[in-house]
């Protein structure tokens, strides 16, 4: 490992922590320490290595996780969720949320507009090369309910709210006994926003009436498949699939079989704390 790889695991780590400890006090001097930095210098560190101050990005992540909750839990009370993510005031928490993301909870919560917050949120990429824990699986043929979403990835979410509604209206896809997938078909750093393409999948046993959302049938194909395990975030989910491809693939003596990369989701935000999602993709072998 060179030194800046060496010193970017160090941040990575502090990252990482700032996730699993979201709901306690986060300090400069307690972040320091888990990334062995002088607490003298690692205010300045963090904002050069990341573009944004530390607390400042403590706040988005709070704010993000809240943002979820706004737009999939709608029977929850917002002074609950502003609690929660830290906040004193129902009011405190709106105007942090307005100044952030330019909407208020209330207005986020009636049509929810992802794409402000992942403006703000970009982070770097975080080089990996080390062993990847791969699996060779057979998977088995499975029938699937489809939402094709084409266009920008930050609106991806947009589309995933649409393939809920769609869930609860015709039950034939519940979510606590149905697998949820992903058919991922361009990279998003490699293809214009406007010609992006990914569908949302959800496990059925039958044929998928007409309906308004547009969702339609189709399968997964069965077969061989490699399959690596994300953990975390789903805005890093690049991080275990480049090192698929760059790393394992070369040196597997495999071939690629003729369908996308995809994704199961074993749970989901805001089920889960983002720090907890467990993704598994799998790469179609011949």
Same mark, same amino acid.
């Given at each position: 490992?060179? =030194?800046?790889?060496? !010193?970017?695991?160090r941040?990575? $780590?502090?990252? *990482?922590? +700032?996730?699993?400890? @979201? /709901?306690?006090?986060?300090?400069v001097?307690r ?8 607490k003298?210098?690692f ?10 101050g ?9 704010? =993000?996780?809240?943002? !979820?909750?706004?737009?999939?839990r $709608?029977?929850? *009370?917002? +002074?609950?969720?502003? @609690? /929660? ?45 080390g ?14 309910a ?16 649409k ?23 361009d ?8 010609e ?16 308004p ?9 069965g ?22 491809y ?33 993704t ?7």
């Open positions: 490992m060179d =030194k800046a790889q060496a !010193y970017a695991e941040f990575d $780590r502090v990252l *990482r922590y +700032i996730e699993r400890h @979201l /709901d306690e006090p986060l300090t001097e972040l320091s320490r888990v990334a062995h930095f002088s003298f210098h205010h300045r560190q963090f904002s050069l290595y990341t573009g944004i530390v607390f400042g990005y403590i706040r988005l992540l709070r704010l =993000k996780h809240a943002s !979820y909750r706004l737009a999939y $709608r029977e929850e *009370r917002i +002074i609950d969720i502003a @609690l /929660d993510a830290g906040f004193d005031s129902p009011e405190a928490f709106a105007r942090a949320f307005k100044q952030m993301f330019g909407h208020s909870p209330s207005q986020f919560r009636k049509s929810p507009i992802w794409q402000p917050w992942r403006e703000r949120f970009r982070l770097p990429t975080i080089e990996r090369r062993n990847m824990d791969v699996k060779i699986v057979e998977f088995a043929e499975t029938r699937i489809v939402l094709e979403h084409r266009g920008a990835p930050e609106k991806v979410d947009d589309s995933a709210l393939f809920i509604e769609w869930r609860k209206q015709s039950g034939l896809s519940p979510v606590k006994q149905s697998r949820t997938f992903g058919l991922v078909y990279d998003p750093a490699t293809v214009e926003p406007e992006f393409r990914f569908d949302i999948c959800g496990e059925v046993s039958q044929e998928v009436p007409e309906n959302q547009g969702v339609f049938n189709s399968v997964i194909q077969g061989r498949c490699a399959v690596v395990r994300h953990l975390g975030s789903h805005d890093r989910i690049g991080d275990s699939i480049y090192p698929l760059r790393d394992w693939f070369p040196k597997s003596g495999e071939e690629l079989r003729d369908f996308p990369l995809f994704f199961h989701y074993l749970n989901l935000m805001p089920d889960v704390a983002e720090h907890e999602l467990v598994d993709i799998y790469l179609p072998l011949k």
